[in-house]
């Protein structure tokens, strides 16, 4: 199965734009590339997903690499809300094992 | 809105006992999955099931089962529990495909003494 690679933790200002990164370098010409958050106390909810163009949702932007060997979730403006842990998977017609690894921790400061 | 629950927010249970953690979806869902989260691993997934009665092993599947009698319902058995099974437990659903987003329930945090 493809896997991704996040950065542990990252740390942004409040109203401040976020980038977090993913790297797929194994990805399949048929994943898509979601991106979840948790919340403490939460289970995962889903974010943004897409599989080649870039994505744009109420909630936050999806930018993918031409050779969509990695990904960034950008968050316009960080509000304290949006302190979570982001998660990128990849998610394939042919398989069904979706493996979330660690994710990155965001710590959004006042 | 949409729902995925998980019979138990919390459970206490002894070594040995034999546990049901129990998972009900509301959306017609093919896949359904369950995973646990222990600080610093991340969610690992232990089974998941892509149609009623069918079943595949995820990345964990030693000492737990699974039981998928019926489409909306999705349990997740440990035959005799152990300490290192205390984690949180959450479970997820969707439909096939891989531009179908994953829904999740709150989660089952389990302790074993």
């Known amino acids: 199965d493809a896997k991704t690679t996040q950065p542990n933790s990252m740390e942004s200002n409040e109203e401040e734009p976020v980038h977090l990164p993913c790297n797929h370098s194994?990805?399949?010409?048929?994943?898509?590339i979601h991106w979840y958050r948790q919340l403490p106390s939460q289970g995962p909810e889903y974010v943004i997903h897409?599989?080649?163009s870039n994505v744009n949702n109420r909630m936050a932007s999806l930018a993918i690499a031409e050779d969509r060997k990695s990904s960034t979730l950008i968050l316009h403006r960080a509000t304290l809300r949006d302190a979570a842990v982001y998660y990128c998977i990849l998610n394939s017609n042919s398989g069904y094992a979706l493996n979330f690894g660690k994710g990155t921790s965001l710590l959004v400061t006042p | 809105d949409v729902k995925v629950t998980q019979s138990s927010r919390y459970l206490v249970k002894r070594t040995g006992e034999k546990v049901f953690l129990e998972c009900v979806q509301d959306?017609?869902?093919?896949?359904m999955f369950w995973y646990r989260q222990d600080p610093g691993l991340g969610l690992r997934l232990i089974y998941f099931?892509?149609?009623?009665?069918?079943?595949e092993k995820g990345d964990i599947p030693e000492g737990y089962s699974v039981s998928r009698e019926k489409k909306e319902r999705f349990s997740l058995i440990l035959e005799s529990a152990s300490t290192n099974q205390t984690s949180m437990y959450l479970c997820?659903?969707?439909?096939?495909?891989?531009?179908?987003?994953?829904?999740f329930g709150s989660g089952t945090q389990l302790s074993v003494l």
């Open positions: 959306m017609d869902h093919e896949n």
């Open positions: 099931s892509y149609d009623v009665k069918m079943k």
């Open positions: 997820a659903s969707s439909f096939p495909g891989g531009n179908e987003k994953l829904f």
């Open positions: 194994t990805i399949s010409g048929t994943d898509y």
């Open positions: 897409g599989l080649t």
